[in-house]
């Protein structure tokens, strides 16, 4: 009977300390990022016999980065413009006199893919000799890797496999001449695309003649009056093709260079807007690739009349001519005073009824658009 009662009495302290133990809970649990957000766990201690101290570390105790910060009273941990090195695990220990409770949440931080190809290129071989080119790609979640060839404007995907760490690798074994050309490696993943090119060139051999192949980077350019602006055309074919510049239905502008297979436009203007040409052409043929470039100008404003001289008890109207891309913004105001409440616009008309010797001044016109704004100013004598 004495055992027994001693064994209650044991069983019944064992479970009053077990209660008196911290419980931690994490919220959330897991979490989920683009590189650069900011995201924060809270740790939450739940029974137990206070004090408790809390203390966050990686579960692979390695130190916490320099962007991540603890809360002033330990339960919060923030992580500011998260990177890839933040990705993991994360305990948050609880310590308290009765005993330690921990709970683990996982952060993870996707990032669009990153692609690297080496030998950077261009790669020369001689004709029989094996090519190797490694891809490095990265990015989370993982990305999917593919290697492809450009054929005549035309992409023919050779394979297609998923990142893993280990390099992504295009290799020809005996190098020909019908083997030269441009090829791309395009990573692709929830977060984005990101390619890289390295062209292939062979020596020796028979080479036959092929067509040229075009293109012109950036597709579309978007400019402000006054700035420069240059387009790059990289072409490729056997023989190696030359290149001319032209402009659908215009000729080029009077301040363009060309060098190389690049056409630099300067001091652009709105009439420099429209679609540029790049002519490449060999003795098998020739072929066009295009570019758009529009120019956006800042607004110029002009008031009608300058002066104006009415009666009292005439209408007073002013206009602000615009010239600019739009959208523009218009506001009236009056300098030294303010426009009459009975004055009204109509788009770009300010008119005043009635008008009174009150109304006399000097009016003035404030045009804005994203490129920057323009003022004009009106005088305006009440008689």
């Known amino acids: 009977m004495a055992f027994y009662c001693a064994a209650l009495l044991l069983c019944t302290l064992l479970s009053a300390g077990a209660q008196q133990a911290p419980v931690v809970t994490i919220e959330p649990r897991s979490a989920s990022v683009r590189q650069g957000e900011t995201v924060s766990f809270r740790c939450r ?20 980065s320099d962007n991540v910060k603890i809360g002033p009273d330990g339960s919060v941990i923030t992580f500011t413009s998260t990177r890839p090195g933040n990705q993991g695990t994360y305990r948050c220990l609880a310590t308290s006199a009765q005993g330690r409770a921990q709970s683990v949440a996982t952060l993870n931080v996707r990032q669009p893919p990153k692609v690297r190809v080496t030998p950077s290129g261009p790669v020369q071989v001689q004709a029989g000799e094996q090519v190797s080119v490694e891809c490095h790609v990265t990015g989370r979640p993982r990305p999917s890797a593919s290697w492809l060839r450009v054929d005549r404007n035309r992409e023919t995907v050779l394979s297609t496999t998923t990142s ?41 051999g028979v080479q036959g003649a092929t067509l040229p192949e075009a293109s012109v980077s950036p597709a579309e350019t978007v400019a402000v009056e006054g700035q420069t602006v240059t387009l790059h055309c990289e072409v490729s074919g056997f023989p190696t093709p030359t290149i001319s510049w032209s402009k659908l239905r215009a000729p080029l502008p009077w301040l363009h260079k060309i060098q190389g297979g690049s056409l630099t436009l300067q001091n652009v203007g709105r009439q420099d807007s429209g679609q540029y040409i790049c002519n490449a052409t060999n003795d098998v043929g020739f072929i066009e690739a295009t570019a758009q470039v529009e120019v956006e100008t800042r607004p110029y404003t002009t008031c009608l009349p300058e002066q104006l001289r009415v009666r009292a008890g005439e209408s007073i109207r002013l206009q602000c001519l615009v010239h600019g891309t739009p959208p523009v913004h218009l506001q009236w105001s009056k300098v030294g005073g303010t426009i009459p409440r009975r004055a009204e616009t109509h788009d770009s008309i300010l008119l005043i009824s009635q008008a009174k010797a009150a109304d006399a001044g000097t009016y003035k016109c404030v045009a804005s658009n994203r490129h920057g704004t323009s003022e004009a100013v009106a005088k305006v004598t009440v008689r």
């Not at 206070?50 to 570390?57: I, T």
């Open 45 to 64: 201690v739940q029974g137990g016999v206070q004090p408790v101290q809390l203390e966050w570390k990686r579960t692979n105790n390695q130190p916490l």
């Open 164 to 204: 893993t760490d280990a390099a992504t690798v295009m290799q020809v074994v005996s190098a020909r001449s019908e083997d030269a050309g441009v090829y791309i490696c395009r990573a692709q993943n929830s977060e984005g695309t990101s390619e890289s090119k390295v062209e292939l060139r062979v020596e020796g």
